[in-house]
């Protein structure tokens, strides 16, 4: 009997025991799921950018083999959405929420900024050639941006900045693609073309305005009789020669 009653009351605590056990909340997750999780994000984001930045790095090339085909269009089109790739490289870190992260963060933007630089280069030489110099000083500021001695990126600029007769800019572009590269052809023609330009102008506005002072106001009266006095100074001049002149041959005569 005494048995009986130890068993019963074995059985029924070890179901109370099971009872408490089903009734309690599950244990909280290990803190290192979550981490883990984190991480495993994390490393499919920088993935996205490589991508981001492998696709930006096949359009330049095809790019590039396009043009060597004379295929001007193909090429251009191909710069233009590899630049859209490269340089939205930038705007997808802050979506992904990544921050500055030292050297990897510097080495994306490093390669970015090449691909960028070199598509809007390309694209400049187009629009110059195309004479589309809005375009250029566009597609240049781009490039100077990431590399501001970049020598082809001045040149270009100067160039088109010199057809819109924004001549003191194009002769600042020209002046840093001088010290880059002095004894390129190009460049060296460009900036005499600059110098003779402006040193036509300066002698233009030097007649303008000794034109301007001759006229009435400015002192303008005043410089006008002192052009008739010298006029008047030369004809008596010469008058007295000739008078000299005849005196003479008729002492000639007489003699």
Known sequence: MTVDKEVAASVAAAAADAAAAASAPPPPAPASSSNDADSTTKAAQPSR????LATALRLKEEGNALYAKGDIPGAKRCWH????????????????????????????????????????????????AEKNYDKVLYSTSKVIAIDPQNVK????????????????????????????????????????????????????GMK???????????????????DE?????????????????GDKGKGKEKA
């Open 229 to 245: 006095d010298e006029k008047g100074k030369g004809k008596k001049k010469d008058g007295e020669n000739s008078n000299g002149n």
């Open 81 to 128: 959405h590899a630049n859209l790739n490269s340089s939205g490289v930038t705007s997808m870190r802050q979506q992904l929420g990544l921050g500055e992260e030292g050297k990897d963060d510097e080495e994306t933007k490093k390669r970015a900024g090449e691909i960028t630089a070199a598509v809007m280069n390309n694209l400049s030489s187009c629009y110059l």
């Open 208 to 226: 303008g305005l000794k034109g301007l002072m001759r006229g009435k106001g400015w002192g303008g009266e005043e410089a006008k009789n002192e």
């Open 49 to 52: 950018i490589d991508s981001q």
């Open 153 to 204: 990126a001045q040149f270009r600029r100067a160039s088109a900045l010199f057809e819109l007769r924004r001549v003191t800019e194009a002769a600042q572009a020209i002046d840093v693609a001088m010290e880059k590269s002095p004894t390129d052809p190009a460049i060296r023609a460009l900036a005499t073309k600059i110098v003779k330009w402006t040193e036509e102008k300066e002698r233009e």
